[in-house]
């Protein structure tokens, strides 16, 4: 009977003890979060905040929420990535937008197909690359026969290529982080392209447990 | 034939190669995806209680709150052509507007470039016009395949800038506009063109100093 009990308590204090250091982890994280944050609100340049918590990017500006994405799907591949700002180094895209030029005497606002660069116009799957080796692949969730048909390449593609990338990085000592995001829709992906530019911070937030 | 066997050796030493570099990618992955601790969160853990964490995120929470504006300001969102007039999370306007169409302006010649980009990012209403004038430009002659002209008074159009103009800095506007079928699209040259009813009440609630933030 004494054993019993011995038992009991050593795993309820086991327990107890397992899910204090969760809450306490989660309060270091949301700590982190908000100081990153504090340093990024306290300017006039606006920031995003991928939380992939609670599934949402959020275009910010003095804490202000200016617009938010939903995350459909998310995969992780290499180590976690801090919790603090980084510059977004570039965007990529395999047909990326072109800028139009006028051409002089020509009545633009007269013409029922206008030449302008609208959202319609932007990638809806691209690449984002940030220091330290982290890269994030977007797309967007589709029914439509080619863009299925490309992310189905472009799956493969990941499962060959990203080991060997894993292992290049692992030999050369340097951090690798790549993030795969599905995003809702088509007009979801465009849009993040379009307010995401670059040198524009982020702070990217995936919870340990 | 023996030629055969040798490439069919070449072919599978390379498969083998391969197979033996993704494997050991594979176990890069899985080794490094649970190095947890390498930021060392879980030592700062366990040197700050638990609640003191939590009153500081509630503190560092409010202070956050109060970096955003206490009277009412305006989002202008340029993938959607869409204005916002809020008071903390309320929106007390939304509006279709037209943003700048991102095109490029060359002089002939070459020896000037306009893009007509809606700037984005922070910005304040730094005056307000009734009736407002439009002093035009250089680019909007050389558009229109114009000479650019000499005497001021060319310059000056009275009926494009509609019934009310907030300017936000840089010769940048927000103002109404002729062309209304056009609202929703992007093809201005980096102002903000708003129809009528939706200026006037921007223009009645927006006060000298109200914040614009732009994305």
Known sequence: MRNKIAWIV?????????????????????????????????????????????????????????????????????????????????????FPPKRKSIVPGKEAQGDVDLQVLELK???????????????????????????FLGNVGSSLGRLTLLPLKALWFSIKKKRFTEIELVMADEKDSKGLYWSFLEGQSCIIYRPIK | ?????????????????????????????????????????????????????QAKNGQLAERLK?????????????????????????VLRDAVVSCGSGEILEEPGGKRKWL??????????????????WIKPDWAFIEEGEKVPKNFNDRIDEDSLGDFALGFGNGFFIHG????????????????RVGDADLKAIFQKAGLGTRIYIF
């Open chain 2, 177 to 192: 506009t002729l062309y209304t079928r056009l609202l929703g699209r992007n093809v201005t040259h980096g102002c903000i």
């Open chain 1, 121 to 147: 116009e932007m990638p809806s799957r691209y690449r984002l690359t940030f220091p330290d080796g982290i890269h994030i692949s977007i797309r967007n969730r589709t029914r439509k026969f080619f863009p």
């Open chain 1, 10 to 94: 050593i795993l309820l204090s086991w327990l107890t003890a397992g899910a204090a250091a969760d809450e306490k982890t989660k309060a270091l994280e949301k700590n982190k979060l908000l100081e990153a944050e504090m340093a990024l609100a306290k300017t006039s340049a606006s920031y995003l905040i991928m939380n992939f918590s609670e599934k949402f990017i959020s275009l910010k500006s003095r804490g202000i929420i200016l617009k938010k994405w939903e995350i459909r799907k998310a995969r992780f591949w290499g180590q976690y990535v801090p919790i603090k700002a980084f510059g977004l180094f570039k965007k990529s895209a395999w």
């Open chain 2, 1 to 53: 034939m023996a030629k055969k066997k040798g490439v069919f050796r070449a072919l599978l030493g390379l498969a083998v190669a391969w197979a033996c570099l993704e494997i050991a990618g594979y176990s890069v992955l899985i080794f490094r995806q649970s190095g947890k601790a390498s930021d060392g969160m879980e030592k700062v853990v366990s040197e700050q209680s638990i609640r003191v964490l």
């Open chain 2, 116 to 133: 007509f980009d809606t700037p984005r990012g922070e910005f304040s209403v730094q005056s307000k016009l009734v009736d407002p004038t």
């Open chain 2, 66 to 90: 109060s970096y955003s504006p206490y009277s009412s300001y305006i989002l202008v969102d340029t993938a959607e052509n869409r204005l916002y007039l809020k008071q903390g999370t309320k």
